[in-house]
């Protein structure tokens, strides 16, 4: 879950680091350092704990020179956030420092086995470990930088993205992969690299993303050379990256979440366009066109995904089931790859994950292709590892998502979802034409839906600094709102820190009521549906108990307004697309409870937005 940034070229490379640090701090902020060869060939590394605007004072007064340099921002896994544990790591000799995105699970046996060779450690960290282990290679045998990471990377079990320095050799990076992301920009006599390619678009749109097992060659005034670590030489594809660079910037907002909050009316239109028609009366999905016959024969649907993206699953399997009438199953992807699941040919497994690289959900799919099912997946990331390896499936097109609490991403989901329940009903003839035009016709509609409960932020920011000091919330929900239930719960323990927990709203008398006094805000999605005068009844237990209810209602109702102690209205829609509207305001008070406390709402403490470790 780090970032990973490199330069090498005739520009000075500081610059281009620390900006590029900056792009990737979403993905860790607990420290940060730089390497740098100066032009006098010595290897400098600056570390510091914190986030990158620490680093970046911390070398005002040191020499930053140099056109050649790796930096890394940090998510600790192997010891405690420090400057000591910070990458940058040096070798014993500081000839070589290393750069490292995941997690090197033998590591403990390598360092062991080391020590008793007399290399000694600075920092309690698996990476050292690593550069460590590819010095000893290369002096033992006395062999070049690559041939020794080739040698090292036969030892190594675990996930990896590295990149290296070797003070001998100042015009060279090695950089490699294995189950962690790592993009190389190409551009005019220079070369970038990066976790993703947000640090990489301001200078080139030319990139290659390396394979798993690659080890790419970067070398001042050659071509890029990649090969693997039995030093085949591959031919890599060279892409053109279609990102805005105003994409990764706040553009005005006070944060990124808030901006990404408000530019889903857009991000959706963008996730329909070219699948939805201009007459609303028809959904197109290439997918389901080019593989018709596996996915229509699919006795079983199982969807597997993490965190926020689990919960548009728990929403995708209700529209799958209830339009198409196949069964689908909804798996934490972190339980099914290690719980021995049945899966057949038969099945067809959708992966869901905005970044295309969370481990769990990776090591999910091997498993599901390994028993021959069908995989389908749905990603934000272009080019990212799951859509690489999937068969199939649909990109939700809604640009980059910088804040760490996925909003935009999971409504893109979501919808992504609706259209191919309604493309495979269509097909199967499991839905009435009628249902399915009205369908379509107010999906279509959503975008501009999600404007009008846009106009709430205001009253929901005022709300919010009624209940900043709240130290538990529940929220509630039935059908297709429980699912949004769970996801409002997620996004304000992710970003307050307040405890927070979604349950079904029948589920209340089970236990949860026994939480409710008058100190506990229970926040109710109570639109006009099939269940709401069952959802009516679970406000009425809440005020009997005098707990505080926060009611999200249909426009116009004069019922449960007259109860809740605060109601936001929202734009009459169907059913089974109330998520898309719910779930807005839900992230607007979870950002606005985490302002009015204070809390660093794009970077909150101990997450990372694309969890590439287990």
Not at 308 to 330: D, F, N, Y
Not at 422 to 449: C, F, M, N
Not at 491 to 508: D, T
Not at 591 to 606: E, L
């Amino acid at each position: 879950m780090c970032g990973i940034v490199g330069y090498i070229g005739t520009r000075e490379a500081f610059p281009i680091l620390i900006k590029g640090l900056k792009r990737l701090e979403y993905r860790g902020y607990d420290s940060a350092g730089v390497a740098l060869i100066n032009n006098d060939g010595k290897l400098n590394v600056y570390k510091a704990k914190g986030k990158v605007a620490g680093l970046e004072d911390y070398c005002s007064d040191k020499d930053i020179s140099g056109t050649i340099g790796i930096a890394h921002t940090r998510w600790a896994t192997h010891g405690e956030p420090s400057s000591v544990n910070a990458h940058p790591h040096f070798s014993e000799s500081k000839g070589l420092a290393i750069i490292h995105n995941g997690i090197i699970e033998n590591y403990a046996d390598l360092k062991a086995k080391l020590k008793v060779k007399g290399v000694t450690f600075r920092s309690d960290t698996d990476t050292e470990v690593l550069v460590q282990l590819i010095e000893y290679i290369q002096n033992k045998k006395g062999l070049d930088l690559l041939t020794a990471v080739q040698l090292a990377l036969h030892e190594v079990i675990g996930a990896y993205a590295i990149a290296i320095l070797d003070k001998s050799n100042p015009d060279q990076i090695i950089a490699a992969r294995k189950q962690s992301p790592l993009v190389v920009g190409i551009g005019e006599d220079e070369f970038f690299l990066g976790s993703d390619a947000s640090p990489i678009v301001e200078y080139t749109d030319k990139v290659v993303y390396l394979e798993d097992g690659n080890i790419a060659v970067i070398h001042r005034g050659k071509e890029l050379a990649v090969v693997n670590i039995y030093n085949r030489k591959l031919s890599p594809e060279i892409k053109t990256v279609d990102i805005n660079l105003g994409q990764i910037e706040k553009g005005g907002y006070a944060h990124f979440m808030l901006k990404e909050i408000f530019e889903q009316p857009e991000c959706l239109t963008n996730c329909m366009r070219g699948r939805i028609n201009l007459e609303a009366d028809q959904v197109t999905l290439s997918a389901v066109i080019d593989y018709r016959r596996q996915l229509l024969s699919a006795k079983r649907i199982i969807i597997v995904a993490c965190g926020t993206s689990w919960h548009a699953g728990l929403i995708g399997k209700q529209m799958i089931e209830s339009l198409c009438r196949v069964p689908v199953e909804v798996e934490y992807a972190s339980e099914f790859r290690y719980r021995n699941p049945v899966v057949s040919p038969d099945d067809v497994v959708i992966a869901i994950s905005q970044s295309g690289e969370t481990a769990d959900t990776l090591a999910a799919v091997e498993l599901a292709k390994g028993k021959g099912a069908f995989i389908y997946g749905i990603c934000n990331a272009i080019g990212s590892s799951i859509p690489r390896v999937t068969d199939t499936g649909s990109y939700i097109h809604v640009g980059p998502e910088i804040g760490v609490a996925s909003t935009k991403a999971f409504t893109g989901q979501v919808t992504v979802l609706a259209m191919l329940a309604l493309a495979l009903a269509k097909a199967k003839g499991t839905i009435r034409h009628d249902d399915y035009l009205q369908i379509v016709k107010e999906l279509s509609q959503i975008p501009d839906k999600i404007r009008e409960v846009l106009k709430l932020n205001e009253q929901v920011a005022e709300l919010s600094r009624v209940f900043t000091y709240a130290s538990n919330f529940l929220y509630l929900g039935r059908g297709f709102s429980y699912p949004v239930a769970l996801e409002g719960a997620l996004k304000l323990k992710e970003i307050s820190y307040i405890h927070a927990e979604g349950y079904p709203a029948a589920e209340m008398k089970h236990g949860p009521i026994a939480l409710i006094d008058s100190d506990m805000p229970v926040v109710v999605i109570a639109t006009h549906n099939a269940m709401y005068e069952k959802v009516l009844s679970n406000i009425q237990e809440i005020k009997a108990r005098k707990g505080k209810v926060i009611a999200l209602v249909t426009k116009g109702d004069d019922t449960i307004s007259r109860i809740a102690d605060e109601v936001l209205e929202l734009p009459d829609t169907l059913e089974c697309l109330e998520p898309l509207v719910a779930t807005i305001p839900l992230q607007l008070l979870a950002y606005h409870i985490a302002v009015c406390k204070g809390k660093d709402v794009d970077q909150p403490r101990n997450l990372a937005k694309s969890v590439t470790v287990e």
